[in-house]
């Protein structure tokens, strides 16, 4: 039985896709189902007998206590987060309670629990907390890719916040011995993405004829990983890794914000045509491409960031399947067979104000 938190969001909800779909392993969804959290994202295996969902908030600890108590789990996979650069920076409250907070109950929660097992069943258990690469900081004016023993500097309070639950995690490794495993990911893209960030952002607001706005002068560099390549090699991470290991994850695809936007742009021109979106009956626009507006940079705004993701391809022989051409085309795709979705997202508080990469 794998517990994976944050299971309603884009990443876990491919990490609980993944499981069902292609191991027999069972799975416990626990999430909270927050602005960002969508029953919809698992509708395709929400009704396979392996499968249980949980509400409920990682800050609680009584329920954690009895989410242990209940479900059993051998591994943990523990992914639910604030994660919005932009949010963090207008509100970064719910970002500490959550990321900081909500770790250190949820590692309480694990380690009485994992305390009272035997010890056969103590070795084989795992903690896996899934990072992102923002805590390394910036590698602006240099060729450097993030390693595993790139030091800390993170920028935003988002990246402080996790930054702060990866050394609370490796603390609980060291202090009591807790089996953990932590990655570190770089940007992750593809289905089922809450439409603040960068790319559903632009999808969406090219869509509706609507401005497609880019930070500054749209130079900023990220490594894309396509998020079903991520929910395999975090899979591949909890049932392999070594324990107290570190594993950076990315998708060997470094592209300026701009190059992203006009590609999307360009994949938009070909499969849904201004001439054919109503959106644009009053426009006399005929690229996409004329939607793109430069605003003003966000504060402290990192300008690279790029990952070796060399160990985990050595050691546990996992490399991405998809390149950028490949994976921001099936993205493309999905959000136009797939607008039910995206409009039921949009029917509710969110109404794309965010403007993010990230």
Same mark, same amino acid.
């Given at each position: 039985m794998i517990l994976i938190t944050g299971g309603a969001g884009f990443i876990g909800s491919a990490v609980v896709r +993944? $499981?069902?779909?292609?191991?027999?392993?069972?799975?416990?969804? %626990?999430?909270?189902?927050?602005y960002a959290g969508n $029953?919809?994202?698992?509708?395709? $295996?929400?009704?396979?007998?392996?499968? +249980?969902?949980?509400?409920?908030?990682?800050?609680?600890?009584?329920?954690?206590?009895?989410v242990f108590k209940k479900y059993q789990p051998e591994v943990v996979m523990h992914l639910a987060a604030e994660s919005h650069v932009d949010r963090s920076i207008d509100g970064p409250a719910d970002f500490m309670q959550?990321?900081?907070?909500?770790?250190?109950? %949820? %590692?309480?929660?694990?380690?009485?629990?994992?305390?009272?097992l035997p010890q056969g069943k103590k070795e084989a258990f795992r903690f896996h907390h899934i990072s992102t690469d923002e805590v390394y900081g910036d590698l602006d004016g240099t060729d450097d890719l993030f390693t595993e023993e790139t030091s800390y500097d993170p920028s935003s309070p988002y990246s402080a916040s996790k930054a702060s639950s990866d050394h609370l995690v490796r603390a609980w490794n060291r202090t009591y011995g807790l089996p953990v495993i932590v990655t570190n990911c770089s940007n992750n893209y593809g289905p089922y993405h809450f439409p603040e960030k960068l790319i559903p952002h632009v999808i969406l607001n090219a869509l509706d004829a609507k401005p497609l706005p880019i930070y500054g002068d749209g130079s900023q560099v990220r490594d894309w !990983?396509?998020?079903?390549? +991520?929910?395999?090699? !975090?899979?591949?991470?909890?049932?392999?890794?070594?324990v107290g290991e570190t594993y950076n994850i990315g998708g060997h695809n470094e592209k300026q914000n701009i190059e992203v936007v006009e590609t999307l742009c360009?994949?938009?021109?070909? !499969?849904?045509?201004?001439?054919?979106?109503?959106?644009?009956?009053?426009?006399?626009l005929v690229?996409?491409?004329e939607l793109i507006t430069f605003v003003n940079d966000r504060p402290g705004h990192d300008i690279r960031y790029a990952i070796d993701a060399s160990k985990i391809d050595k050691e546990l022989g996992w490399l991405p399947e998809e390149s950028f051409e490949t994976g921001i085309r099936k993205t493309v795709e999905w959000y136009l067979n797939n607008e039910n979705w995206w409009?039921?997202?949009?029917?509710?508080?969110?109404q794309l104000e965010r403007i993010g990469d990230k």
């Open positions: +993944h $499981v069902i779909e292609n191991t027999d392993d069972s799975v416990v969804n %626990l999430d909270k189902l927050t $029953v919809e994202s698992i509708a395709s $295996v929400s009704n396979n007998e392996r499968y +249980h969902f949980v509400q409920g908030d990682i800050c609680d600890a009584q329920k954690m206590a009895e959550t990321n900081i907070i909500g770790t250190f109950t %949820l %590692l309480e929660a694990t380690r009485n629990y994992w305390s009272t !990983l396509y998020v079903e390549d +991520h929910a395999r090699a !975090l899979y591949k991470v909890v049932t392999e890794g070594i360009a994949i938009l021109d070909e !499969l849904k045509p201004i001439s054919d979106n109503s959106a644009f009956s009053q426009s006399s690229n996409y491409n409009k039921r997202v949009l029917s509710g508080d969110y």
